[in-house]
């Protein structure tokens, strides 16, 4: 037991000095990059170094770079916005630096915004996940960088939810700031994308941009496909109000379908996304009849909670919370079909759609009318759909990975 717990704490030694010198080797590199050089920010609460110090301060402390104009994704540069919030143009308080909001009615800087800069940096957390509007913000941020012909950098970070597997239905229509595709491709990105954000923007450079933007990307120093976000040693900042942890995240992948259904999706409790449920609601019913699918990786516990906010707000309500127990085996998105599915078949006559658009379960997912389909079609037919579009896309990704496999001890 003794020797058990002096490994845990030496790779827990191990893991933070990585991310100290990792991040600052990182670091290093991307102020070369920007030496002498006008730039512009695209970030979040999430830029931070080993020491949780902001990108925005320091960048702003080194004197051989001027940040002349920060750009705020979904949510906002400080992160304070609710998803869906409208963000406004403001003064930053702690710089005075300009900052510009790129979420609502304008999705990409201006010509006139990009003037005042040489280069735009992208440095935001990812979650692997197609429908987060972070990845697609960049991409107009890019095509908006290639237009007037200035350099585009992103400073890369782990993929939380694992680089080394992709699952769901890769796009083939368009679908705005929760996935975009290219008129004339084949396909898009599948929902599980198994990229860095560095990788994606290589991809959607190299296959979908016409012009081409002068892309850098700032590798992380000793990442490897395989590697979890927790083995990575960087720090874990939340990316967005419902983005807590990432338990959080690896789940996020199926239960982000619920935002189109008349079911609570977590929002406004401390699980967001883990927990499900509604107040007509069987919790122990329904937890049984979820087990009793034996879904790889994962097991659901009857749960109640009351939503401070969104659906359901401050009505008690009912339904389970998914458990990760394996990673290695979860299959985040066909377990987000096979949830809704059993709430389906106990309540067939309650479970609606409320979105303004009633395809929004199939936007999020990739497959049209999804939710209609579900209701008359079982799991594997819907996902058996998505086999041939996938192998397409594993072949379109192997073509810009960034990072290759775990080296061999040999090799080490």
Known sequence: MQKSIVV????????????????????????????????????????????????????CDDESIRVVALFGPEHGVRGDEQAGGKVKDSV????????????????????????????????IQDVGARFYTYGWTMTKAMEACAAVKKEFVVFDRPNPVGADRVEGCPLTFDCGLIGRYWAGSEV???????????????????????????????????????????????????????????????VYLGTCIFEGINISEGRGTTKPFEWTGAPWVNAEELAKLMNGK?????RFRPVSFKPTFSKYR?????????????????????????LLKGYMELYPDKVKTVSKNNDWCGRLMGQKNLFDRLSSSSVSALTDEWRDDLAVYHRLRSRHLLYGSKPSSSEQ
Not at 36 to 42: E, F, H, M
Request: aromatic share 8%.
């Open 8 to 59: 845990v704490c030496l790779s827990l030694l191990f893991s933070s000095v990585c991310l100290a010198s990792d991040i600052s080797e990182q670091l290093d590199s991307l102020k070369s990059v920007l030496s002498g050089k006008r730039v512009g920010l695209l970030v979040n609460p999430t830029a931070v170094d080993g020491e949780y110090r902001h990108l925005i301060d320091n960048l």
């Open 92 to 123: 930053d308080a702690g710089t005075s630096i300009p900052v510009y909001t790129l979420y609502g009615a304008r999705q990409s800087p201006t010509s006139e915004q990009l003037d005042m800069l040489d280069v735009l940096v992208f440095d």
């Open 188 to 250: 898009s990105v599948a929902t599980r994308h198994g990229l860095t954000m560095g990788e994606l923007a290589t991809l959607v450079n190299e296959e979908f941009m016409n012009p081409k933007v002068r892309l850098t990307v700032v590798k992380m120093p000793h990442y490897y496909r395989e590697m979890s976000f927790e083995e990575s040693g960087y720090p874990w900042v939340a990316p967005s109000p419902n983005m807590p942890s990432i338990e959080c995240a690896q």
């Open 294 to 298: 034996n879904l790889p990786g994962v």
């Open 314 to 338: 401050d009505e008690q309500c009912f339904g389970v919370q998914v458990h990760v127990m394996d990673r290695a085996k979860f299959r985040g998105v066909e377990t987000g079909y096979h």
